[in-house]
């Protein structure tokens, strides 16, 4: 079974009218060393989501009230950083859509993040310094994914 046309059906939900607009993939070492950071980054705040999973099981199993909002923070965190990752990979792939999806999540969760974490006894601590971590990771995903050799490398589709 070949995966990319069910991938394709997955990108027309997820790409909407810009599905279809695919760029070539860029040599530039730049764009390359580019995406070689941000998949760093994701890969760290995939750990760091898979570890705030795991202390909030132990404190668990060890009696301890995590709490809804910390487990529901910790599961949304991997949700994030997965489609985080599909997104990328996508993009690799010159799909402007995926690279318009990782470049506008990557701004706007940080925000959410750093809201949430500001929102008094939301979170304990622990969970409050992950969040700003988890922060911290996408504005740099974003901040690579905003260079002009990366935003050179997608042109924005005529319409």
């Known amino acids: 079974m070949q995966l990319e046309p069910a991938l394709r059906g997955l990108d027309r939900i997820a790409g909407g009218r810009q599905a279809d607009h695919r760029v070539a993939a860029s040599e530039d070492p730049r764009v390359r060393r580019a995406f070689r950071a941000v998949t760093l980054l994701l890969a760290i705040g995939f750990v760091l989501g898979v570890a705030t999973v795991a202390v909030a099981f132990v404190m668990t199993v060890n009696g301890d009230d995590v709490g809804f909002a910390v487990w529901m923070r910790c599961l949304?965190?991997?949700?994030?950083?997965?489609?985080?990752?599909?997104?990328?990979?996508?993009?690799h792939a010159g799909w402007y859509w995926a690279f318009r999806r990782l470049q506008l999540f990557s701004r706007i969760f940080p925000i959410?993040?750093?809201?949430?974490?500001?929102?008094?006894?939301?979170?304990?601590?622990?969970?409050?310094?992950?969040?700003?971590?988890?922060?911290?990771?996408?504005?740099?995903?974003?901040?690579?994914?905003?260079s002009d050799p990366v935003r050179a490398a997608y042109p924005k589709p005529e319409r």
């Open 76 to 91: 949304v965190v991997l949700a994030i950083t997965t489609t985080l990752f599909y997104f990328l990979w996508r993009a």
């Open 112 to 146: 959410v993040a750093l809201v949430l974490a500001a929102i008094p006894g939301l979170y304990p601590f622990w969970v409050v310094t992950e969040q700003i971590l988890f922060a911290i990771l996408l504005i740099g995903v974003s901040d690579y994914l905003q």
